[in-house]
């Protein structure tokens, strides 16, 4: 026995000699572009491809003046929240989680980078409710990452009804590592984020609607350079995502002007909730019913279905109260100067015609396609400790 332990001993001496140099090995093969002596010949591409990331990175920091230091100054860490509400996050956290996701965008599209920072994992989507933009930017998104999306219809899984949904967050999360619930109840969400020990993201719920909030904010950012000091005007149902809206704009020194017909406002609480936060931001917040009043001087015409799933039997009389709302080159005519417009779509001609939803002044399709990078965005910010190579956006 004394002999065995002598040779364990010494073997396990030997395995440590042979770390500290591979160790390093791997210092001086980081400078010199040597894989072999770094001890990863199984991970060659890998390593390779972080090698040629860091070179091309570093070329265009050089050319363009940016400085890298910044990024690694961010001290914001959404590691393992939920994303129920953009009320539960503060003006740092929703401008860094924009910030991640036009950084994938720009290594991913604009590079042609392929940044695998979600392999190895997986999501649950459940959907109480179809969808293109939900289903399609989270599936493609999550795939481009490197993870395996995983698609449930009510067919596959009824949240309380088959099983509790107290059952089925503990389920998920031993097979999972996020879900993202598109449901009819905001309660389902909640629920499911008490009982669940892995983050849950709302898809959408007939309170709130933040995704689609990510997707819009990135696409201004991108199109005017900047968000403080715009004024976006809703014009429409007072819904979701107008709540979604009123959860952030004056966060980021927003101003938002609000027409809806009457017996159509947001939510009470929501609203009480905005008018705190316009205070505390400093921004304008007004509620009112004329549609061009709203319009007036304002930055951004937004509206949304009037008519939303499980609203079908009120068509006919929201059709009748919402005359007058639609959105038209006349609505534009007294708007600030560079007005743009936004629908998170599926549209119909009534909210807004022809003439403006396919203008120059319509972002409608980047709007769409940030849907899926913004999704990545927050995805990766719940999953990953990563950190953006482009430098700060500016707000």
């Keep these: 026995m004394e002999g065995v332990y002598r040779v364990s001993e010494r073997e396990r001496e030997r395995e440590r000699e042979r770390e500290r140099e591979r160790g390093k090995k791997g ?34 920091c050089q050319s363009r003046n940016f400085r890298v230091g910044n990024a690694a100054l ?18 740092e956290e929703i401008k860094h989680i924009l910030w991640v996701s036009a950084d994938l965008k720009h290594r991913i599209k604009h590079r042609g980078e392929y940044v695998p920072l979600l392999q190895g994992k997986s999501i649950a989507m459940i959907f109480e409710k179809r969808s293109t933009r939900t289903r399609m930017s989270t599936e493609t998104g999550f795939s481009l990452l490197g993870g395996h999306p995983c698609f449930l219809t009510p067919q596959d899984i009824h949240l309380g009804v088959n099983e509790s ?10 097979l999972a590592d996020i879900v993202l619930a598109r449901v009819y109840s905001h309660s389902s969400l909640e ?27 990135l696409t201004l950012q991108e199109h005017y350079g900047s968000l403080k000091g715009l004024t976006l005007a809703w014009i429409g149902d007072g819904n979701n995502v107008l709540h979604s809206f009123m959860m952030s704009l004056a966060k980021l020194g927003v101003n938002l002007k609000v027409a ?13 909730e905005a008018q705190l936060l316009s205070k505390q931001f400093g921004t304008k917040l007004q509620f009112l019913t004329d549609p061009k009043e709203a319009a007036r001087n304002s930055s951004v015409l937004v509206t949304d279905t009037w008519v939303s799933m499980g609203q079908e039997e009120e068509k006919k009389k929201r059709l009748k109260d919402f005359h007058g709302y639609q959105i038209t ?66 707000f």
């Design 191 to 217: 629920h499911l984020d008490k009982d669940a020990s892995i983050p849950i993201i709302n898809g959408l719920s007939e309170l709130y609607h933040p995704i689609q909030i990510l997707a819009d904010l």
């Design 165 to 174: 949904t107290t059952d089925t967050a503990r389920v998920l999360s031993g």
């Design 260 to 272: 809806t017909p009457k017996g159509y406002e947001p939510d009470a609480n929501v609203t009480q």
């Design 329 to 394: 080159m006349q609505t534009g005519s007294v708007a600030a100067p560079e007005w743009t417009f936004l629908h998170c779509l599926p549209r119909k001609a009534e909210e807004v015609d022809d003439e403006v939803f396919y203008s120059p002044r319509s972002l409608v399709f980047s709007e769409a396609e940030n849907r899926k990078w913004t999704i990545m965005g927050l995805m990766v910010c719940i999953l990953t400790d990563y950190t953006p190579q482009i430098p700060k956006l500016k």
């Design 27 to 60: 210092v001086h093969h980081t400078m010199a572009g040597s894989v072999e002596a770094c001890g990863i010949k199984d991970n060659m591409f890998a390593f390779r491809n972080r090698i040629y990331y860091s070179l091309k990175f570093a070329k265009c």
């Design 74 to 91: 961010d001290s914001v860490n959404l590691k393992g929240r939920s994303f129920l509400t953009l009320k539960d996050f503060n003006a």
